[in-house]
């Protein structure tokens, strides 16, 4: 799932509101699951909890990974959504945030020649990222006699660098896609609403009521979903065209004249 943000949201004159999403992925494409709008000062640190909080108190709904832009990136909070919500909030790292140096610029972790260690697994039971050495790196390595061959990193230590998603690896790679994929979505979705003046407006004031109306966005735009979902696999092959066809005949029926 991705959290997300749509910024620059108008709402009057003076005041501009956020809007904070879950989104779940589908054949279709992102589905919101529910969101939350808050004033524009508002930190976005201050929000992936409170997403999670609500997100954990739907039934039925189990999440295990959690991606999230660098808005969100906070060491503190990834450590709560774990230890205490038991999903890992991904994000990627801020330019100055501090690499450990055993990990490339990307942040990919390495062994002592240099090379990318793959990722093995994580360990819930002490929160460790294990990464083992790539066997046919080992075979020409002087010192294979003393490498222990396998490496183990504490997420308390570094959230952001040894949590169950690594930097760089294809899970964090396949989430970061579909994070870009929902600010495409949701940039479909508001640019209609750019008015001359570049303002990203709603047809609606005040936050309590901006915030009905991405309800009821977001409600409309899952119940199209769900209606193009049993179509396709539920309805008969060609139902809908038929279902027009007969309509069609019922009317020219009934539009010829009555005889005498």
Same mark, same amino acid.
Request: proline fraction near 6%; charge should be neutral.
């Given at each position: 799932?991705?959290?997300?943000?749509?910024?620059?949201? /108008? =709402? %009057?004159?003076?005041?501009?509101?956020?809007?904070?999403?879950?989104?779940? &992925?589908?054949?279709?494409?992102?589905? !919101? @699951?529910?969101?939350?709008?808050?004033?524009?000062?508002?930190?976005?640190?201050?929000?992936?909890?409170?997403?999670?909080?609500?997100?954990?108190?739907?039934?039925?709904?189990?999440?295990?990974?959690?991606?999230?832009?660098?808005?969100?990136?906070?060491?503190?909070?990834?450590?709560?959504?774990?230890?205490?919500?038991?999903?890992?909030?991904?994000?990627?790292? /801020? =330019? %100055?945030?501090?690499?450990?140096?055993?990990?490339?610029?990307?942040?990919? &972790?390495?062994?002592?020649?240099?090379? !990318? @260690?793959?990722?093995?697994?994580?360990?819930?039971?002490?929160?460790?990222?294990?990464?083992?050495?790539?066997?046919?790196?080992?075979?020409?390595?002087?010192?294979?006699?003393?490498?222990?061959?396998?490496?183990?990193?504490?997420?308390?230590?570094?959230?952001?660098?040894?949590?169950?998603?690594?930097?760089?690896?294809?899970?964090?790679?396949?989430?970061?896609?579909?994070?870009?994929?929902?600010?495409?979505?949701?940039?479909?979705?508001?640019?209609?609403?750019?008015?001359?003046?570049?303002?990203?407006?709603?047809?609606?004031?005040?936050?309590?009521?901006?915030?009905?109306?991405?309800?009821?966005?977001?409600?409309?735009?899952?119940?199209?979903?769900?209606?193009?979902?049993?179509?396709?696999?539920?309805?008969?092959?060609?139902?809908?065209?038929?279902?027009?066809?007969?309509?069609?005949?019922?009317?020219?029926?009934?539009?010829?004249?009555?005889?005498?």
């Amino acid at each position: 799932m991705a959290c997300s943000a749509i910024k620059s949201t /108008k =709402t %009057n004159s003076l005041s501009v509101t956020v809007k904070h999403s879950i989104v779940c &992925p589908s054949p279709k494409g992102p589905v !919101v @699951l529910f969101s939350i709008v808050l004033p524009n000062e508002t930190a976005d640190v201050k929000v992936m909890l409170p997403l999670i909080d609500m997100m954990k108190k739907i039934e039925g709904l189990q999440v295990e990974y959690l991606v999230a832009d660098l808005g969100y990136f906070d060491s503190d909070d990834q450590k709560e959504s774990l230890l205490t919500h038991d999903v890992a909030a991904v994000t990627g790292f /801020k =330019t %100055n945030t501090k690499i450990p140096e055993h990990c490339s610029p990307k942040g990919t &972790p390495e062994g002592e020649q240099g090379h !990318v @260690l793959m990722f093995d697994g994580f360990d819930k039971e002490d929160y460790t990222a294990w990464f083992p050495a790539a066997e046919e790196k080992c075979a020409a390595c002087p010192l294979q006699g003393k490498c222990q061959k396998q490496w183990g990193d504490s997420f308390l230590d570094n959230p952001f660098f040894h949590g169950p998603v690594p930097q760089g690896s294809a899970l964090q790679e396949h989430m970061m896609g579909f994070r870009k994929q929902v600010e495409l979505a949701f940039a479909q979705e508001f640019n209609p609403l750019t008015s001359v003046m570049k303002h990203k407006k709603v047809t609606v004031r005040t936050t309590e009521r901006v915030e009905k109306w991405f309800i009821l966005r977001d409600a409309f735009r899952l119940v199209e979903r769900m209606i193009a979902h049993v179509r396709q696999t539920v309805l008969p092959v060609q139902h809908v065209a038929a279902m027009k066809k007969l309509q069609e005949i019922q009317v020219e029926q009934i539009s010829l004249p009555l005889a005498g």
